[in-house]
């Protein structure tokens, strides 16, 4: 059966959303956040990416009853065979059934923990470039705004074991959002690990070896067993913040050097077997796919497109 083409993937309606249709009043920094994810185009991926190495997570918000913005977090199932227990967004790899990257989202946050299809009960914001998942994934990230508060998670408790939320903004803190928690007051609410990036030589021999930065947030959970917010997931989160609130986090995200996603994404392509291999198997030539030293300043790009939505407001 032949592969639907893969830009088909990468088309999505324009949402409309009225803000005064939500639940409970938003902040007016809420109501600033969500215009600008609204607001946000990624821009058309510039390869045509193996449909079979492509996954989506949904990034569902909901407005708190103080107005804040939250987002939907899930505990993986302890008997799942990669990352079991881990704090995660809901996801997984597109289906063949699956007509946008966005259908594949919904649909892993409706098998996962019910959440509707329905798109007037959880419209679509925007959807953001793609990030890599450990030289395994490419994996895109679809933000929606849950508008109907009388929704109950259905949890498959073969691959859910809970559901929580945490604050959209304290993935820009150093601060913890839970100040009384003597769990929080003896960690640091966020830390970081610098790891070895497998690809950072490919370019030239003798290159300094790279690094990618790893970021971890508390949950405030952590006494219960829940996992902090690591790796893939909050890089994530710390982009859909960054877009929504208009601000640079406390931190420095990227460690020096870092190679950009996409720049992940293509030395993925160009050197993995099992990208190779889907590409061929897909009718694409991996032997086509281009240096990845083009697209060092690619995280520069996606900079200045953020500050461009900023000045629209």
Request: proline share 8%.
């Amino acid at each position: 059966m032949a592969h639907k083409h893969q830009s088909d993937l990468y088309k999505f309606h324009r949402p409309r959303i009225n803000l005064r249709e939500t639940p409970n009043p938003l902040k007016e920094e809420s109501k600033a956040c969500l215009r600008r994810l609204a607001l946000y185009r990624s821009k058309p991926p510039k390869l045509k990416f193996p449909r079979s190495r492509c996954a989506a997570v949904l990034v569902a918000l909901f407005v708190g009853r103080m107005g804040d913005l939250y987002v939907v977090l899930s505990r993986r199932s302890a008997s799942l065979r990669s990352f079991p227990g881990d704090t995660s967004l809901p996801g997984g790899k597109v289906e063949p059934q699956d007509r946008t990257i966005e259908d594949t989202a919904r649909r892993e946050a409706f098998e996962e923990i019910g959440l509707p299809m329905d798109r007037h009960k959880a419209p679509l914001l925007c959807v953001l470039e793609p990030f890599m998942a450990r030289d395994q994934l490419i994996v895109t990230p679809v933000v929606v705004l849950i508008l109907d508060n009388t929704l109950r998670p259905i949890l498959n408790r073969s691959e859910v074991t809970s559901l929580f939320s945490h604050p959209l903004a304290a993935f820009l803190s150093s601060e913890s959002p839970f100040p009384h928690d003597p769990e929080t007051t003896e960690l640091p609410y966020h830390s970081y690990d610098d790891i070895n990036w497998r690809w950072g030589r490919y370019s030239q021999s003798g290159e300094k070896e790279r690094k990618i930065r790893m970021h971890r947030f508390l949950t405030g959970r952590e006494a219960g067993g829940v996992k902090p917010v690591f790796g893939l997931t909050a890089a994530i989160l710390i982009e859909v913040a960054t877009i929504g609130y208009a601000q640079e986090p406390e931190f420095e995200v990227e460690a020096p050097d870092q190679p950009s996603q996409f720049e992940r994404i293509v030395c993925a392509m160009k050197y993995t077997e099992h990208f190779r291999e889907a590409q061929r198997e897909e009718g694409l030539d991996p032997d086509k796919v281009p240096d990845p030293a083009k697209f060092r300043d690619h995280s520069r790009r996606r900079s200045n497109r953020r500050r461009r939505i900023r000045s629209r407001l």
